[in-house]
């Protein structure tokens, strides 16, 4: 019986890293691909990028993982995402003076 418990208990913990290992893996894949964006596609220096902060959102498809990006001298705060279907980096919405803007 304690024997079952055991081999219970190891299943659990192994499913519980795997999962989390995965949205650690997802969040940072995310995180990486957004600020690749920024300095190759939007020409954004990396030193001028002040926050990038992944996330997991309560949104649908690909907009549930999603990057908080704040950047120098830039009043906005922006939130993207990868679409991985077009392999793209997208902006999904901007907050700026407290309002949010959506753009996907």
Known sequence: MIKKFGVV????????????GYLNYKKN????DVKEYLINEKHVKEK????LEPSIEN???DKKYIVYVKIRGDKRKYYYYKD?????????????????????
């Open 84 to 104: 991985t279907k077009k392999n793209k980096v997208l902006l999904e919405s901007y907050i700026l003076n407290g309002k949010e803007h959506v753009v996907n």
């Open 59 to 61: 949104l649908s498809g």
């Open 9 to 20: 208990i190891l299943v659990l913990l192994v499913v519980v890293i795997g999962v989390s």
């Open 29 to 32: 894949a995310v995180k990486n």
């Open 48 to 51: 001028d990028i002040l926050a």
